[in-house]
């Protein structure tokens, strides 16, 4: 039985995080104002970073979830587990969080079940409770409780697109990578590497990003960026981070992988 890749932690130091737009003042008086919230944005763009940044801004552990295909109700809201003989009730991580009134983030919540999504429902508008059908009980959400939630819009199909029944409910937020300057700079803080090559590496994501719905799903994120910059900063041939931390990542096609390649080879 596969459990929800969960994480909970109260974030006592800052995490850097370079602000685009209006994202922080949004997210700030939807929580304010009880309104769950909806991050829309490519993979790698810096969404996960947001919502880390915002778990400390507000002084609120953060509990996140990686969602799956595999993904159940029981997994969200708990289960009976019999543990040393005795049967007895365990929360799940959205549960968990609506107790304590933490900052819960269901990551890539499309990839769960059709029939999961509904569980957040009462969360997610006027009533701010949890059922919790197998006990009977209903977990009524303190006002520091926030409901976050993400998907990826260009990358999901049809058959995974968020409902309207779903994403009528939140406050949306619309993400995308940062701009060519504000790109590099971010590279440079999480790495190290000089300017001049995290320019370069900025100028290769904006060739494989072009390439989006023409050989790749996906261009480079600057996660990907950030991963080459260290891998460079620790001493490999650009070319060889560029082909390990970025063109392998991206794509097992071996024509386009070459000319992924080739491109990087054009830079550095």
């Known amino acids: 039985m596969d459990q929800p890749a969960e994480e909970t932690h109260l974030i006592e130091q800052e995490p850097f995080y ?74 799940g991580p959205l549960a968990q969080a609506v107790r304590i009134g933490a900052l819960c983030y269901l990551d890539e919540i499309v990839e769960a079940r059709k029939d999961t999504t509904v569980v957040i429902h009462p969360l997610a508008d006027d009533r701010r409770a949890l059922p919790v059908e197998k006990t009977g009980e209903v977990i009524t959400a303190p006002t520091t409780f926030c409901l976050a939630i993400s998907y990826n819009p260009g990358y999901q199909s049809v058959l995974k697109d968020l409902k309207q029944s779903t994403r009528q409910r939140f406050v949306a937020i619309d ?70 931390a970025i063109a392998e990542a991206l794509t097992d096609e071996p024509d386009m992988l070459a000319a992924v390649n080739e491109l990087g080879a054009t830079l550095f």
């Open 18 to 91: 370079a602000t685009q737009g209006k994202e922080v003042e949004i997210f700030e008086a939807a929580y304010r104002n009880c309104i769950p919230v909806l991050l829309k944005g490519p993979t790698g763009c810096g969404k996960t970073r947001f919502m880390e940044h915002m778990a400390w801004r507000l002084e609120r552990p953060l509990v996140t979830v990686s969602c799956h295909d595999d993904l159940t109700a029981s997994d969200l809201v708990g289960r009976y587990l019999i543990i040393g003989g005795e049967t007895r009730w365990i929360d």
């Open 175 to 244: 993400f995308d990578y940062p701009d060519p300057k504000q790109e590099a700079s971010i590279i440079c803080h999480e790495s190290g590497l000089d300017t001049g090559t995290a320019d370069l590496l900025v100028r290769f994501a904006g060739m494989t990003r072009n390439l989006k719905g023409n050989g790749l799903e996906e261009g480079a994120s600057t996660r990907l960026l950030v991963h080459a910059a260290k891998l460079m900063q620790s001493g490999v041939d650009p070319r060889t981070a560029c082909r390990g």
